[in-house]
């Protein structure tokens, strides 16, 4: 199975803050990675897949990237409505497998 | 707009057997893939099972390979699981989401509110 390996797994950021995400491949997946943020209590949303795209409707300052097997969620200006905890997938190979979670909270 | 529900949750003894069902509304079911995914209480999610738009197409993970059952009607425009042999290690949060497949996309968007099985004796 293809390992994702997410961290953090939480943070504490004012709002306003640049926040960053990463998770790590255990092999190559090409972009075949999605970001999902879920709400206490909620069901995940999708939020950008392909690595980089922002589903539409999604607030631009949300964004991703990828290097090799290292792939970036970024939030530019944290919100109060963005505390969540997100979860990186992959998609490249079944099982897909999910990330640990990364919990964000407002300092 | 675009919506799923699951149901069929509940409490079950070790052993037991349940049936999940997703139905869904606002799309054309019968163009996408359907995929269950799980979340045990305060842990991560889980990917479980999914099935192509036609039903021809299915994989389960290893962790419930042989146990649980994917299914779908889309006449109906519903989606089931079928588990069977259900361990304490079952409980959790179980999720249906229709799954984009596009090219080489997959997504998973959206998904419903998610119904409770415990398994617990």
Known sequence: DIQMTQSPSSLSASVGDRVTITCQASQYISNYLNWYQQKLGKAPRLLIYDASNLKTGVPSRFSGSRSGTDFTFTISSLQPEDIATYYCQQYDDLPWTFGQGTKVEIK | ?121
């Open chain 2, 1 to 121: 707009q675009v919506q799923l529900v699951e149901s069929g949750g509940g409490l079950v003894k070790p052993g037991g057997s349940l049936r999940l069902s997703c139905a869904t509304s606002g799309f054309t079911f019968s163009d996408y893939y359907m995929t269950w995914i799980r979340q045990a209480p305060g842990k991560g999610l889980e990917w479980v099972s999914y099935i192509s738009s036609s039903g021809s197409t299915i994989y389960y993970a290893d962790s419930v390979k042989g146990r649980f059952t994917i299914s779908r009607d889309n006449a109906k425009n519903s989606m089931y699981l079928q588990m069977n042999s259900l361990r304490a290690e079952d409980t959790a949060v179980y999720y249906c989401a229709r799954t984009v497949a596009v090219a080489g996309t997959r997504g998973l968007d959206p998904w419903g509110q998610g119904t409770l099985v415990t398994v617990s004796s």
